[in-house]
């Protein structure tokens, strides 16, 4: 039976006891209105350790003045019901936006600057800061994350080795749904037209995937002159960048390189991503 704890006191009372006994804890963050992209993330954990933990935050701090924080969709009740049948056994929904760090930012540099840092300025130092305190408060051998949002995956890396925090990083691969559409908590704001619409995101993706030769600038113009011309998608970005870095590449490279893109479709924005390899 699945425990649904409120407060951070809570939660560190009732993983204690599991702790003192020597069990591994996995720990997946989320905002909720969970999707088969989430279950992947619960399942891994799930594999790899003792205990389960699900957070569920919809996290102020890394929504936008302009953004759907307002709108992102909420139910408590069917998602702790879905974990509890997939087996969690803790799931930790902060009861207000009090949990929201006031005094502290944790501010990732490099790796932040491009693409969404850039789109959405703010958002990765509010990402980092929960995700700092929610580590914290669970304190898991290994937390999991999707590759989907790959540059957030990037950050976390490079936020729990610079501060030494004793948790393994886990990726899993990108869940997407039959037509390739990455899972996403915000396809629910698609209308019939806008998700037949969105397809052309992962439909460019695959493309570029599959004719990779290695040249970088040529992938990206490709994959832009592409989703510029899907009806019904407005292109934010879309570039072809080191995977370890996220810098943009040019030329011919030798070694993989990761495509991301991101759009609206409608007043819902994508993002996506594909590892480019020979
Ligand atoms: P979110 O609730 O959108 O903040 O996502 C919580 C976690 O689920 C993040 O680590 C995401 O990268 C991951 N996630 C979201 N969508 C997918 C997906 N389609 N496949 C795999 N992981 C995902």
Known sequence: MTRLVRTVGQAREILEPHRRAGASLGFV???????DGHLSLVRAAGQDNDV????????????????DFASYPRDLDAD??????????????????????????????????RLE???????????ATIVAKLLHTVGPDRAYFGEKD??????????ARDLAMPVEIVACPTVR???????????????????AAAAALPAAL????GSWGGDAGYARDCLRRTLEAAPGVRLDYAEVCDPETLEPLEGVVGGPAQALIAAHVGATRLIDNIRLEP
């Not at 389960?52 to 302009?66: A, M, T």
């Not at 019901?81 to 799931?91: I, K, S, T, Y």
């Not at 996403?184 to 998700?195: C, I, K, Q």
């Open 206 to 209: 695959r493309a570029v995937a």
């Open 80 to 113: 702790t019901a879905v974990l509890d049948r997939h087996g969690v056994d803790v799931v930790f929904s902060p009861a207000s936006a009090g949990f929201a760090p006031t005094t502290v930012t944790v501010c990732v540099a490099g790796v932040t600057e």
């Open 29 to 35: 963050p989320t905002m909720g209105a969970l999707h």
């Open 150 to 159: 790959y540059q957030q995956l990037l950050v976390l890396r490079a936020m």
């Open 52 to 67: 389960v933990v699900v957070s569920i935050f919809v996290n102020p701090l890394q929504f936008g003045p302009d953004e």
């Open 117 to 127: 840092g850039a789109s959405r300025p703010g958002h990765f130092d509010g990402v």
């Open 177 to 195: 749904e039959p037509d390739g559409l990455a899972a996403s908590s915000r396809n629910a704001g698609l209308s019939p037209d806008e998700r």
